[in-house]
């Protein structure tokens, strides 16, 4: 890395008519004469519902020489870089005989740990617990523009609920024991949240009406830093801002021609999440790629059966076929994602390099409303604290929110327990490879 002699501040803006433009890291940001510091951190949470066919799922072998299976095919371009774990649960989310239904403990104790009990009873309060990424925002989301982002790219109906409760399905993050933080399912709300300032909303649209984007209020803001930079860091930033138009020109497509398709709508958020993480803005979020009840249908890859009803395949091949047609796909935009991150500079590294992504759900076999053995992959070496590559399988009900004290201790958030723990992850197959 070229390190220059004159510093710019990481939290440099481009400000303008309605507009705060964070930026990416720069050359000229490494202080004068002195190394790179270390990594910044960067978490990202990706829930999946209904379960997975599991033996389409867990690697028949363990350790570096595994094979891919089915289900998880599309990870192959980025395999060095992900670890798939076995053997993890979350047994607080069986019943207690309280009455609350499968799927919404499986959202709630995801990253909890805890058990969710029915809020439709009479005395029984709304209360969770905070979850392990907005534990992690209290460390690593100091000074950030935007503390955490809450997405969701599966909207929200009254139809699909577990024992008359939709409430816990529509959320996996909480603030604290009795705030969820609703889930974003809008692109244009996010990027307003990430790149604007001022003014209303509408006041924002309008002037990207006439002008036709945000980045024409910080045109000269823009050609004044470019002057100021090595040939490299204005390489960067033009490659930057082109992401931030193509972005925005993508939502104003899908304003004026109508609802985008799944596809589209997933990727659209997933790019979000990588300018936000590349200009940091800020560097923890949460998506919901699929609802717990989820009755989703998807025409584009040959299955127009609900997600939820499919699940329920009685051990049917066909049924079992349309489901894992279902977890496959949401893997390949699970990869897409991955590649992006892999393909986005970030100090001497990726942004994958120095990301930690854990992507699965709180149910396994679906079929059976399981919540053992549950699909977990986590992408990334988080700067180096977690090595990959591998497939480790651990004890059968192992506590998975032994995992989520691990990954949080990595992060540097010391706690003895978080939901039903029972310690940080061992052997440490993570670290100790």
Known sequence: MFITKKALSRRTFLRGAGTTLALPLLDAMIPALSAAGKPTPRL?????????????????????????????????????????????????????????????????????????????????????????????????????????????VDFPTQAGCDSGDCFYVNTVSWRNETTPNPAETHPRIVFERLFGDGGSAADRRSRMKDTGSILDSVTDEVNFLARTLGRGDRTKLTGYLDSVREIEQRIQNTESKGPESFDEHTKLMLDLVVLAWHADITRVFSMIFARELSSRTFPNIGVTDGHHAVSHHRNDPDLIAKTARIDTYHVQLFTYFLEKLKATRDGDGSLLDNSLVMYGGGMGDGNLHRHSDLPCVLAGKLGGAFKTGHHMKYPLDTPMSNLLLTILDKTGVRLDKIGDSTGRLEPDYLSLL
Request: proline residues 6%; charged residues 15%.
């Open 44 to 152: 990202g949470f990706i829930y999946v519902s209904n379960g997975v066919i599991q033996n389409q799922w867990i690697p028949a072998a363990t350790g570096g020489k595994f094979d891919l299976p089915a289900i998880l095919q599309p990870l192959a371009p980025v395999r060095d870089h992900v670890n798939i774990l076995s053997g993890l649960s979350h047994l607080q989310a069986d019943t207690f005989g309280d009455g609350t239904g499968d799927h919404p403990r499986s959202s709630a104790v995801w990253l909890t740990g805890l058990h969710a009990y029915d809020r439709t009873r009479p005395g029984v309060e709304v209360r969770l617990a905070t979850t392990a990424d907005q534990i992690a925002v209290r460390e690593i989301g100091k000074g950030t523009q935007v503390a955490s982002l809450e997405l969701s």
